[in-house]
């Protein structure tokens, strides 16, 4: 017998510990799929897999609640695989080992699947616990929610009747998560003229050692963006000493805020003591700016030897490309009027290379309201027009707008505060969920996202507090109650 099957409510760690016997990562959850179809046929409930894997089942209403609104329970089947380099463990046979230390349960040098497989046994434990008071229940399963919420985004537009949905994918019991950022990338192409000119010396600038970080997370902490601060010193350079770059590059992906970022010129042998100078001033004030924020910030400025094949770009083009990266949008640009602390509309300039004949530009802006979305791409395609750039905005992922005058809120909160004796915090994130494309597909589906304390999610270090667990659970009872009537 393992240690988690003491664990109350049983029926949820039962379910919990069946689960991290079975591989799950993304892209892997067939086995699940049939763990949790097992499961709906045992208790004799209707189930329904789709194409892509997703699973529902539904559940009658317990006794004279017949009448009552039904409601969704929501969950992913898939897990993040992550693993310390030390520990030999093959994500697709072996079985992860959850252990409890200290009033928490986690793994032994892995993830532990607690994201989202929690959630999931909570669903199943929900399923086989008869004593339940609950109108029609709907238990939503997807799949690869990890790889970019893929499974929700293949959900038939009849694969759910109820309109309130309880998603159990959250990290922070006491939260309710009511709202989600959408978010969609514009990718930017400016033509480039190359001419050979007169200056000759190679030099290469660098700025390295900021922090980075995820753009949705860490977007409102004003940390440095590589790509637009070595613009900020080369605009200013190019008003005053000609230098004719040849290269410039900066970022990796499209949700990650730039680290370090590189421009390539060459300078007429005359300029070169008058120019290094300029250049080291605008970077030390820029240090000076950043130094709370980013305090491993660095800037080097070297020679070093230009390839005769690569020509330099025109005076022209040069212009054009450090006026766009100068007047392109970065950073928080508007705060949530509600809900204090989150972030409504921000903006990523995540990406910058140039080839021959063009500089490609990747920006990735997110917003929990749609029509500021817009706004903020349209701000993009406005900047490229007058530039001269061309630009793609293919569509993105939808936001999942916080609704303040929610019934269901209304409901939870009043449950929250009579189980426990405090207020839950109400909050939004500023990031994709799972919900931002339910809500879309199924337009008035009233929606709360919550879960019990998960640190350390996708990594070797997550775990989940076994208390937390608890109360999630009579968290989910008391909702299932109250919403029967
Ligand atoms: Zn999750």
């Keep these: 017998m393992s240690e988690i099957t003491g664990l109350k409510p049983s029926a949820l760690w039962k379910h919990f510990e069946e689960i991290c016997k079975i591989p799950h990562g993304s892209d892997n959850e067939k086995a699940i799929g049939e763990y949790v179809i097992a499961q709906a046929k045992k208790l004799g409930l209707a189930w329904q897999k789709d194409k892509t894997g997703n699973v529902v089942v539904r559940m009658t209403a317990s006794a004279g609640k017949e009448k009552a609104a039904g409601a969704v329970l929501q969950g992913h089947l898939d897990m993040v695989n992550e693993k310390n380099s030390d520990i030999k463990h093959d994500f697709l046979k072996d079985p992860i080992k959850p252990v409890i230390r200290n009033g928490w349960v986690q793994a032994e ?43 929700a985004r293949t959900i038939g537009p009849t694969a759910l009747q109820g309109r309130i949905l309880l998603n159990l994918d959250s990290e922070e019991e006491g939260t309710f998560t009511i709202g989600c950022a959408g978010g969609a990338d514009s990718h930017i192409s400016i033509p480039l003229a190359r001419k050979a000119g007169k200056a000759k010396a190679g030099f290469r600038l660098k700025i390295m050692g900021l922090r980075g970080g995820h753009s949705g997370v860490n977007i409102h902490e004003g940390r440095g963006n590589a790509i ?19 290269k410039m590059e900066g970022g990796n992906k499209h949700n990650a805020i730039p680290r370090e970022a590189i421009a390539e010129f060459l300078l007429e ?82 990406i910058l290379r140039t080839l021959k004949d063009k500089a490609t530009v990747l920006c990735s802006s997110r917003s929990s309201a749609a029509s500021a979305l817009e706004g903020v791409r349209n701000g993009l395609k406005a900047v490229a027009d007058l530039t001269g750039a061309r630009i793609k905005q293919p569509e993105g992922y939808p936001a999942w707008t916080p609704n303040m005058g929610s019934a269901l809120l209304q409901t939870m909160k009043g449950i929250y505060k009579q189980a426990f004796g405090r207020e839950p915090v109400i909050g939004a994130i500023h990031a994709g969920l799972e919900c931002g494309i339910i809500g879309e597909k199924f337009p008035g589906m009233d929606m709360i996202s919550f879960g019990p304390n998960l640190q350390n999610p996708h990594s070797p270090d997550e775990r989940v507090e076994i208390a937390s667990v608890e109360r999630f659970w009579t968290l989910i009872v008391a909702t299932l109650k109250a919403l029967a009537g």
């Excluded at 399923?127 to 008071?133: A, R």
């Excluded at 637009?228 to 040849?246: D, E, H, S, T």
């Excluded at 094949?309 to 970065?330: G, N, R, S, V």
Aim: aromatic share 8%; net charge negative; charged share 20%.
């Design 228 to 246: 637009k601060l070595l613009a900020r010193v080369l605009w200013q350079a190019n008003a005053k000493y000609p230098f004719a770059l040849l």
């Design 269 to 350: 042998p005359a300029k070169i003591k008058a120019f290094s100078i300029f250049v080291q001033t605008a970077c030390d004030k820029i240090k000076a700016e950043f130094k709370t924020v980013e305090p491993g910030l660095q800037f080097s400025l070297e020679p070093f030897e230009p390839s005769a094949k690569l020509l330099p770009m025109t005076p022209k083009a040069q212009k054009t490309l450090l006026d766009f990266l100068l007047a392109c949008p970065h950073g928080v640009l508007g705060m949530h009027a509600e809900l204090k602390g989150l972030v409504e509309t921000s903006t990523n300039l995540a």
């Design 109 to 151: 040098g892995t993830t532990l699947g607690a994201d989202n497989g929690i959630g999931v046994a909570a669903g199943l434990a929900v399923m086989e616990t008869p004593e339940l008071s609950h109108g029609p229940l709907e238990f939503l399963f997807t799949v690869s929610e990890e790889t970019g919420l893929d499974g």
